[in-house]
């Protein structure tokens, strides 16, 4: 017995309007607007994830035991690849945060 009786019509009115705008905000969100959110600071989360993504798979590469990684590709060219792209993303995120608070 979820259903909620209202008596009132002006009440009523409210929660519908309500109700269909949390409708439309879910529609325009889409799938990564549902996963992320929407506001000033998604693209922070979109590249903090991206960041994260590529450090976990470099870290599974680097624990993987050696008979199974490449021998074409080892350690020393993985992080050459990796810390300069993280470095990159870290420099974005803090440069994004000072830019935020100076406004």
């Known amino acids: 017995m979820n ?3 209202i008596q009132d ?3 009523a009115s409210k929660i519908i309007a309500a109700n269909a705008e949390n409708e439309k905000r ?3 969100l889409g799938f990564l607007g549902r996963f992320f959110g929407s506001g000033d600071n998604v693209r922070l989360y979109i590249v903090g994830t991206i960041a994260l993504g ?3 798979i470099a870290l599974v590469y680097t624990l993987t035991p050696e008979r199974y990684r490449s021998t074409d590709f080892g350690l ?3 992080w050459s690849l ?3 792209v993280e470095m990159t993303i870290i420099g974005y995120l803090i440069g994004s945060q000072s830019k935020d608070t100076r406004e």
């Open 3 to 5: 259903k909620l009786e």
């Open 76 to 78: 020393q060219e993985l």
């Open 54 to 56: 590529i450090l976990l």
């Open 82 to 84: 990796v810390l300069p």
């Open 26 to 28: 879910k529609a325009e």
């Open 9 to 11: 019509p002006k009440v």
